[in-house]
């Protein structure tokens, strides 16, 4: 099975942090995402990496930068935390070509972060 | 831009009762659909996925069609149990980006 691991499951920071949230992937996927899921709007894309080093914005990556050094891990960057990104972020990864149409995406358990 | 919406926001229904949840899409545009399952608090777990050839995709007491001329899917569940209760959610793969767009979900509570 694959597994997505996310490095914490509940944080809370305060206004101007830094902040950083770990997703790693063992199933060698090429693909790895960051969402972040907020009530009412459902899933939004902050950024996606097809490749290692590689890196793409979604639909809303302000505010956001990510890194992906090793191909298992993909970092989301906060660098300096906003309460309105107090929200549940959410990692996945596929192992498909970016230009292949079976793109089944594998989520892991999520991150609730709260900036005050 | 792909609008994803779920129709309705929540459902509950006494157990054993087949459960019908909609989701529709505005760009015919796409690769796949996919249908999620998420349990409070925790990630999406993948239960169906309909490549855009396809009518429909079955798995156990879960089946899934899809329109895509008409940008309709529905997924049904027979015989619903209290352990069907979570919060469903639809994406579509968009064919233009690569990128998936999701529904905001069902909230589906089944009642012993």
């Known amino acids: 099975d694959v597994k997505v691991t996310q490095s914490s499951r509940y944080l809370v920071k305060r206004t101007g942090e830094k902040v950083f949230l770990e997703c790693v992937q063992d199933m060698d996927h090429e693909n790895m995402f960051w969402y972040r899921q907020d009530p009412g709007l459902g899933l939004r894309l902050i950024y996606f990496?097809?490749?290692?080093?590689?890196?793409e914005k979604g639909d809303i990556p302000e505010g956001y930068s990510v890194s992906r050094e090793k191909k298992e891990r993909f970092s989301l960057i906060l660098e300096s935390a906003s309460t309105n990104q107090t929200s549940m972020y959410l990692c996945?990864?596929?192992?498909?070509?970016?230009?292949?149409?079976?793109?089944?995406?594998?989520f892991g358990p999520g991150t609730r972060l709260t900036v005050l | 831009k792909q609008e994803v919406t779920q129709i309705p926001a929540a459902l509950s229904v006494p157990e054993g009762e087949n459960l019908v949840l909609n989701c529709s899409f505005t760009d015919s545009a796409i690769y796949n659909l996919q249908w999620f399952r998420q349990d409070p608090g925790k990630g999406l777990t993948s239960l169906l996925l309909?490549?855009?050839?396809?009518r429909e995709q079955t798995s156990g007491r879960l089946n899934a069609s899809l329109d895509k001329s008409s940008g309709r899917s529905t997924l049904y569940i027979a015989a619903s149990q209290p352990g069907d209760s979570a919060t469903y959610l639809c994406a579509v793969f968009r064919s233009n980006d690569y990128k998936l767009s999701f529904g905001a979900g069902t909230t589906v509570t089944v009642r012993a």
């Open positions: 996945a990864s596929s192992s498909f070509p970016r230009g292949s149409s079976y793109n089944e995406q594998f």
């Open positions: 990496s097809y490749d290692v080093k590689m890196k």
């Open positions: 309909i490549q855009s050839s396809q």
